[in-house]
């Protein structure tokens, strides 16, 4: 078996699909290549910086459109052909079209055994699919009910909760949002001609499951290439065992990670230059002078979201505690991860941010800032990291419309590296408030 160090680990990680770091083309079509190059893009309500998947786009994309989705979903005045359609990744994601296919288990398991989070009326659903029929796509407001009692989360009107049972079985798709609502429209009529629909064997399944994981991560386990799901990976060992066979997988033991088996292509590892051969900054703006870079990440982007991987490749134990009481938050409600990479290609979470876009006054607040150095990189220049978060934290407010930004609290466990970040903000003449 290959023995890799861990920081060749970091490095072919930083160039895959889910790196944050990884050049993607400019506008609508580098919003695809970052979907198919995670495999998923998470879509979540919480907006108090921006919405979940414009924030991981904008990390990445040079030049993103304000709003992608509808052109890669291919609404009619975007004059494209779907690329992406909504359904479930690990969680409620946008996925590229070509894996709609891969969906077809989990749908078939819903109209068999019902969907795990809630019950539905046959009556309901039987009306529902009805009025999408006959009337074409429809969103739940369309469906006006009197309900007594109390509302909530788990207490759906009866036509929400069948429209997205439909959904999740597969009757329905959702064409697109509007208002971030699902417009939901029949899967024959919506789904574009001669998309394979073919339902995949178990070890077809389980191969997709491999091919994505190695494309996203460079590096992985298995853990990696099952995270959160229940569909397509009672064959996982079998995929495996016949990728490292015919050699599409070579197996890998990583430095410091003990026992556990990886997997990568031979092409991943044989990665010499994880930059961007082009130089400068991956989405598009010049690089600061030492050549480190810097991005400030949703919570739910696609190199953090897998917490145990994050923990295992970079030692870092990060939380999102906007789903906690207030009481029991160790750091804060928002906290949005801040990587950097070197330029030598290996990189690591330096801090987090808890943050909040206040609209009205166009500021970007820093409720609480940490920034550090692991010990794998106690020696790294803080004055090149500092720049370079400072660069990143300008690209954010900037981005967001935000003229100010202001740092509430900043922790004082690396005074070296606060000290020049402190510098460094002061320089980018945006960080007005120090408390």
Known sequence: MNSLSARDARRIALCAGSSPFTPVRPGIDGALDAIRGAGFLQIDTIGVVERAHLHVLKTRVPD?????LPALEGVAEAGRPRSVIEYWAHAAAWIPLEDWRFCIPRMERIRADGHEWFRVEEAAVAFALDRVRAEGPLMARD??????????????????VALEFLFHAGALVSVTR????KVYDLAERALPPGLDLRKPSPIEHARRHLE???VAYGVFAKEDATYLRRDGIEAIETALAEAVEDGALIPVRVEGLGNRKFFA????????????????????????RHGWQARILSPFDPCVLDRKRLKRLFGEDYALECYLPAS????????????????????????KADCKLERVENLLRLRRLEIRRP?????????AIAES???AFAGLASRLGAHRVEIECFDRNDEALRAETLRAFASAGFAEALS
């Open 64 to 68: 993103c459109p304000a709003d992608p």
């Open 143 to 160: 469906f006006t009910e009197q309900r007594a009692g109390r509302k909530g989360w788990w207490d759906w009107k009866p036509a929400k």
């Open 178 to 181: 509007r208002g971030f609502q």
């Open 212 to 214: 994505r994981s190695a």
């Open 265 to 288: 292509t031979s092409d991943a590892l044989s990665t010499t230059s994880p930059l961007d051969p082009h130089g400068g900054d991956a989405i598009g703006r010049a690089a600061p």
């Open 328 to 351: 029991k938050r160790a750091f804060g409600y928002f906290a949005l991860p801040v990587m950097v990479r070197g330029p030598d290609g290996d990189g690591f979470v330096c801090g």
């Open 375 to 383: 010990a794998y990189a106690s020696v790294a220049d803080p004055k």
């Open 389 to 391: 978060v400072a660069f």
